[in-house]
T-cell receptor, first 112, second 112 residues
């Protein structure tokens, strides 16, 4: 069975500071991994994805994530937070060739 | 093709009434998914289609829920005899394998 755990339901950082959102997954086969962002009252937008190949994946809006198989992790980072980054972020895994399973989300707040 | 379209955006209904939501996916995507999202939670998988075939249904999808995708194009999700616990955001997404999902903006259902 596949599952996703996001550590920290709420993360708050100062504008310009490093953003780190943590995600660990469970999968019996090599997974596809995703990060999505959701703004209030909107659907989810794909930030980045890992399928195969390079383990450091770059996405939109300056975000990147690194797949670490030994740690079963796929943490999301951004070197310098911007006010517009405030949103809900979801990590997701697809290892069944059928559906994506989402974590419970991390709400990112940015302090001026 | 501008993305995944969901209608209506909002629906308020009285308990016991039936409601139907529509999703128009990206035309070249053969997979279509329905998810449900409640406040503060990640999306929960309901069901998915590959072309017109419904390949998997979650245990969350009670007998009051039914989904169709005639001719492998648009899809409808019907909820019969709505209950207050059905209040949620219903999200539709479409994909080709491994590309990640493209989500619609969702239909917010409120049962009063």
């Amino acid at each position: 069975a596949q599952s996703v755990t996001q550590l920290g339901s709420h993360v708050s950082v100062s504008e310009g500071a490093l953003v780190l959102l943590r995600c660990n997954y469970s999968s019996s086969v090599p997974p596809y991994l995703f990060w999505y962002v959701q703004y209030p009252n909107q659907g989810l937008q794909l930030l980045l994805k890992y399928t195969t190949g390079a383990t450091l994946v770059k996405g939109i809006n300056g975000f990147e994530a690194e797949f670490k198989k030994s740690e079963t992790s796929f943490h999301l980072t951004k070197p310098s937070a911007h006010m517009s980054d405030a949103a809900e972020y979801f990590c997701a895994v697809d290892s069944s060739a059928s559906k994506i399973i989402f974590g419970s989300g991390t709400r990112l707040s940015i302090r001026p | 093709d501008t993305g995944v379209s969901q209608n209506p955006r909002h629906k308020i209904t009285k308990r016991g009434q039936n409601v139907t939501f529509r999703c128009d996916p990206i035309s070249e995507h053969n997979r279509l998914y329905w998810y449900r999202q409640t406040l503060g939670q990640g999306p929960e998988f309901l069901t998915y289609f590959q072309n017109e075939a419904q390949l998997e249904k979650s245990r969350l999808l009670s007998d009051r829920f039914s989904a169709e995708r005639p001719k492998g194009s648009f899809s409808t999700l019907e909820i019969q005899r709505t209950e207050q616990g059905d209040s949620a955001m219903y999200l539709c997404a479409s994909s080709s394998r491994g590309d990640g999902y493209t989500f619609g903006s969702g239909t917010r259902l409120t049962v009063v």
